[in-house]
């Protein structure tokens, strides 16, 4: 077990702030913004089109942006379990969908909640159902979704727009309390389909056959559909447009906390659980069985008191599993006496260095959906290793010199090979065995993460 049962934290936190003497008027709150399968450099800030995304551009100008930052695992459940606790899978036990987070984990909204805040979370995907564990500390947990069919423009309209106005409303009721609001919008995962009149303005070809859901991408992978480099490039400005129709959302909530005169008055986290490949390596479009850095580097900025001086880009490594420990040091709450796998990096933030750390990565492909086996990586400056069970296959990458991971250099550079393979073993030792037996899925989840393309078969 990790750290102490969750009665004695809770305590522990409590006085810990009943001696701290803070004022309720003087403490900051909190916004924590979570994207769907974000890649990075798909916003203008982090060099790609400043058209899609002015909302979230103009917020990385007002903070501090890691260039950066990496996700533990490209999993949306697993991904968010860490963020929330600051612990690896491994720790925590969430290795993929399905799974539950245990109650002895003390998560950030109980870590809060214990020290005053109010607390609420607005969800907008089906694999962050309250029953897997992750609502626990929240007073509120607002979820709705759709699924199991192409997205449709009056859905959209009863879901994500829904979810915006819902948190909008819960912000005004909370002018008076310190709060710690989590944000999660599931554009732009798969299917890309920008809602609404979007699709117009990112379809270069509407008239095509080929439509970018769920079945047709397995159909890719599985080498079943060719495309040619038009529909590659249609199915990228696709996944474009549901990048353009979230900024309108992050933009809607951001312009309402100052219209209410407190954004600066906020810290404002905005990050992704993982990112997506978009036909860069095996004909895949995707993220949950792959460790390359489509997959697993992460946009992060934060905004506020403590967040340094605006515009400032820190090149640093940086790591989701540190989100936990950082954000409870800007907000002065104890972490409750758990032993955390994060850092802080509230250090760079101020401007100081911190140690470079190495970042840890992994994968649990279900074997019965993709035939392949669980994916390990360890990535030290610009060196990254990535192991797969069941065999001798390493892959190994001077991303230096090959940001795109297209040779492998386990052969030629054995010594690096044996650095990394010992750092990542060692660490998986250290971490602990993963454990546990796969839940069983119920019907409805089972259709669910169908349609979604977890489940193919």
């Known amino acids: 077990m990790r750290g102490p049962a969750k009665p004695f934290a809770v305590a522990v936190l409590f006085f810990l702030l009943s001696s701290c003497g803070a004022r309720e008027e003087e403490r900051l709150n909190l916004l924590l913004i979570t994207i769907d399968t974000l890649r990075a450099d798909r916003l203008g800030c982090y060099g790609g089109n400043e058209a899609l995304t002015p909302s979230i551009d103009r917020l990385a100008r007002e903070g501090t942006q890691f260039t950066s930052a990496f ?40 870590a ?44 959209e309209e009863e879901g994500e727009d829904l979810l915006t106005r819902a948190a909008i409303d819960w912000i005004r009721l909370e002018l008076d309390e310190p709060f710690f609001l989590w944000l999660h919008w599931f554009h732009p995962h798969k299917p890309y389909d920008p809602p609404g009149a979007m699709r117009g303005l990112y379809d270069p070809d509407p008239g095509s056959p080929l439509r970018a859901d769920v079945r047709t991408i397995q159909e890719i992978w599985e080498g ?16 474009a ?11 809607a909530v951001l312009a309402k906390l100052e219209e209410l005169g407190i954004l600066d008055n906020t810290i404002v986290v905005f990050t992704a659980d993982h990112g997506e490949v978009l036909y860069e390596q095996d004909r895949y479009f995707g993220h949950d069985i792959m460790l390359y850095d489509p997959s697993v580097r992460v946009p992060l900025v934060v905004r506020g008191p403590g967040a340094g001086e605006a515009g400032r ?79 001798d296959s390493l892959e190994l990458y001077d991303l230096g010199a090959d940001p795109g991971e297209t040779r492998n250099l386990a052969r030629e550079e054995a010594s690096k090979r044996a650095e990394l393979d010992s750092l990542l073993r060692g660490w998986m030792r250290r971490a602990g065995d993963v454990g546990g037996a796969i839940p069983e899925l119920s019907a409805e989840e089972e259709k669910n993460l169908r349609s979604l393309g977890y489940i193919t078969e």
């Open 313 to 391: 880009i820190v090149e640093e490594t940086v790591r989701t599993v540190d989100l936990f420990p950082t954000l409870v040091e800007l907000l002065s709450a104890p972490a409750g006496g758990s032993a955390l796998d994060g850092s802080s990096f509230a250090p760079l933030l101020r401007g100081g260095a911190a140690e470079e750390l190495p970042v840890f990565a992994e994968v649990f492909p279900p074997k019965e959906v993709w035939k392949t086996e669980p994916r390990h990586a360890v990535r030290l400056g610009d060196w990254k290793l990535i192991a797969m069970d069941g065999g």
């Open 112 to 155: 809060l909640k214990a020290t005053g805040y109010h607390t609420g979370a607005f969800v907008s995907s089906h694999v962050l159902d309250h029953e897997y564990g992750l609502a626990q500390g929240f007073d509120i947990y607002w979820e709705r979704y759709n699924y199991g069919r192409q997205r449709a423009e009056e859905a």
């Open 224 to 239: 079943k559909i060719r495309l040619s480099e038009n529909d590659v490039e249609r199915f990228r400005s696709l996944y």
């Open 241 to 251: 447009g549901e990048v353009a129709f979230t900024d309108r959302q992050v933009g």
């Open 71 to 110: 996700s533990a695992i490209p999993i949306t459940l697993p991904s968010h379990a860490t963020i929330l606790t600051g612990l690896y899978p491994r720790a925590h036990k969430v290795l993929s969908h399905g799974y539950t987070l245990a109650g002895e984990f003390t998560t950030l909204a109980e």
